[in-house]
Nanobody, 123 residues
């Protein structure tokens, strides 16, 4: 059973910073790409940032220059450093990981999601 557990959300003033963490646990063969999505009330879930197993990154235009995604493969963890936060960054942030598990002689690729962590940017 693979699980993604997020931490680090909270309430912060505009201009402040937060760091989100997402750790994968359970039995699996390999973690491929990892990413962070967010969903604000009344809006669709959107990709914030992604990182490949090799460390290549991509960002939504709205967060470029303010957010940084990273990963520690030894800890099966990805991080999202969020600086210069704005009220429009307020949302539930979800971790996503593409994980390969081994079933006997076969390999299976699935997407996994964390439970979500609330980030509120308000004065």
């Amino acid at each position: 059973q693979v699980q993604l557990v997020e931490s680090g959300g909270g309430l912060v003033q505009p201009g402040g910073s937060l760091r989100l963490s997402c750790a994968a646990s359970g039995s699996f063969f390999r973690i491929n790409a990892m990413g962070w999505y967010r969903q604000a009330p009344g809006k669709q879930r959107e990709l914030v940032a992604g990182i490949t197993s090799g460390g290549s990154t991509n960002y939504a235009d709205s967060v470029k220059g303010r957010f940084t995604i990273s990963r520690d493969n030894a800890k099966n963890t990805t991080y999202l450093q969020m600086n210069s936060l704005k009220p429009e960054d307020t949302a539930v942030y979800y971790c996503n990981a593409a994980i390969t598990t081994k079933l006997g002689i076969f390999y299976q690729n699935d997407d996994y999601w964390g439970q979500g962590t609330q980030v509120t940017v308000s004065s």
